[in-house]
Structures are given as structure tokens and as C-alpha cells.
């Protein structure tokens, strides 16, 4: 039930981080004016903006002038309600275990997965990680993640978070220096936050979020090539594989890790 009532609310959030995606890069506001069709300016009537239903019952158009709707905005509602039920899936049993300590858990990973979705977006769009959503994910993170901890009983969460800023910030500053057209700054603003909630939630986590990311992204971006879609030296939006490896470690980091370590008669 917690999943359906959560991926109820992703999808109303998802309509609204479509406007994020589009209005942030652009430095538009993200509350005025309201939401309007492109083509005519006509206004969206609340019953046109219902996530996902609406632009199937307009056919995916606009009802004043008939413009075409982007599936994408439809996808977007889905796929916000889908990561939200994933959320509750993974961190509702916490609630029940601890109460208060695991609903700030909860609402650090809803908020994490909002706004993985406007990051990825928006880098595949215009590849930029804008420091206006990105920076302040320290804030809510640490506001939600520290008291969770210690109500929790868990001050080791805490060290491990600020290690995983360091770490995964490290790195990838390391990276960006070393190779300065190969890593934005974005991404390791961006490294930073992810560090800090995989290295809450443990080792494990945060070693298969970070292995994770440049797995993904080199796995992408062999496809481009073998493809013929991309050459040696084409830029690529490295935020989405960043973002999906950091989802690896907090979905299934632990018992990733521990396969791996069985697999070479690590583990227990």
C-alpha cells in the first residue's frame, strides 16, 4: 500500500519536475508563471495536468490549439511514480523498524530520487548539473540523514557519510583535474551529495555506487562507439550513469558486494 500511495504521489511530482527540467537550466522561476501550451500560451486547466491520465484522454495534444504534447512528459510522471514505489520498497520496512529515524530516511531517498530524475534530465538536455538543485542536496541530506542516525542509534552512519563526501568528491575532483574536459565540475558537486547518502547507508553501498557509475557510463559509452554513434573524444553526459550508479549501491550495493566477495572466497 505504501508503494502505490507513494508512486501516486511520484507521479504529481513528476509533472512538476518537468517543469524543474525545463525552467532550471534556463534560470526561468519554477512556480511563476503557471504552466502554459508553447504553441497558443493557453493556460493548463488543473483537470488537462492530471500525471500521465490527462495526455492520454487529450490524445497527447493540447486541447486549444491542438499542438503535440512530448511523450515525454507522460514518461516522465511514470517514471517519477515508478522510482518513488522503488523508494518505498527499499525503505518503508525502516519506518516500521524505527519509526521517526526511518521516515527522515525515507524522505532523504524520495527527495534523492526526485531529483536524480530533473539531474539526469536536464544533463542529457543541456549537460549541465545546476548548482540550484545540486548544492542544496547537502543541506536536506545532512538536515535529514544526521538526526535519522542518531535516532537510530547509528552515529557510525554519520562518519561513513562524511567519508563518502570526501571519497566520491575526492575522486572525481582528482579526475576533473587530471583530465580537465573529461569531467565537469557539475560532476563532482554532484559526487559529493551522492557520496554522502551511499556512505549512510554503508561500505558496501557506497563502493558499489562509486564502481558502479563508471561502469555504467563506460558500458554506454562502448555502445556509442561500436554503434558508430559517438568517437573517441565526444563528449557525454556522464550525470545519468553517476546518478544510476549511485541507485546500484543503494538498491543492491550489499549483496553485490557480498557476491563479489564470495565469488573470490572473500566473504563469509
Known amino acids: 500500500m505504501a508503494a502505490v500511495l507513494l508512486g501516486v504521489f511520484g507521479s504529481l511530482l513528476g509533472s512538476f519536475l518537468n517543469v524543474v527540467v525545463y525552467r532550471v537550466p534556463r534560470g526561468l522561476s519554477v512556480v511563476s508563471p503557471p504552466s502554459s501550451c508553447p504553441g497558443c500560451s493557453a493556460r493548463i486547466a488543473p483537470w488537462d495536468n492530471v500525471p500521465v491520465l490527462s495526455w492520454l484522454l ?5 486541447r486549444a490549439c491542438r499542438m503535440r504534447i512530448p511523450v515525454r512528459y507522460p514518461l516522465v510522471e511514470a517514471g517519477t511514480a515508478v522510482a518513488f514505489a522503488v523508494v518505498a520498497v527499499r525503505f518503508v520496512p525502516g519506518v516500521l523498524d524505527w519509526t521517526l529515524a ?7 531517498f524520495l527527495y534523492l530520487a526526485a531529483i536524480t530524475v530533473a539531474l539526469a534530465l536536464i544533463d542529457l538536455d543541456v549537460r549541465r548539473l545546476p548548482n540550484a538543485i545540486v548544492l542544496p542536496a547537502y543541506g536536506v541530506g545532512a538536515a535529514l540523514l544526521v538526526p535519522s ?11 561513513r557519510a562524511g567519508a563518502g563526501v570526501a571519497i566520491l568528491g575526492g575522486v572525481y575532483l ?3 583535474l587530471a583530465v580537465p574536459h573529461g569531467m565537469g565540475g557539475g560532476d563532482v558537486k554532484l559526487a559529493g551529495v551522492l557520496g554522502l547518502f551511499l556512505g549512510w547507508l554503508g561500505w558496501a553501498e557506497l563502493a558499489v555506487g562509486a564502481i558502479g557509475g563508471f561502469l555504467l557510463g563506460g558500458l554506454f559509452g562502448a555502445a556509442l562507439l561500436l554503434t558508430g554513434r559517438a568517437k573517441r573524444g565526444t563528449a557525454v553526459p556522464f550525470g545519468p550513469w553517476l546518478l544510476g550508479g549511485a541507485w ?21
Open 174 to 176: 582528482a579526475l576533473a
Open 58 to 62: 487529450l490524445g497527447g495534444k493540447c
Open 248 to 268: 546500484l549501491g543503494i538498491l543492491a550495493g550489499a549483496p553485490l558486494a557480498d557476491a563479489y566477495l564470495r565469488l573470490f572466497g572473500l566473504g563469509d
Open 102 to 108: 526511518g521516515a527522515l530516511a525515507l524522505a532523504a
Open 149 to 159: 542516525a542518531l535516532l537510530a542509534g547509528d552515529p557510525g552512519a554519520l562518519l
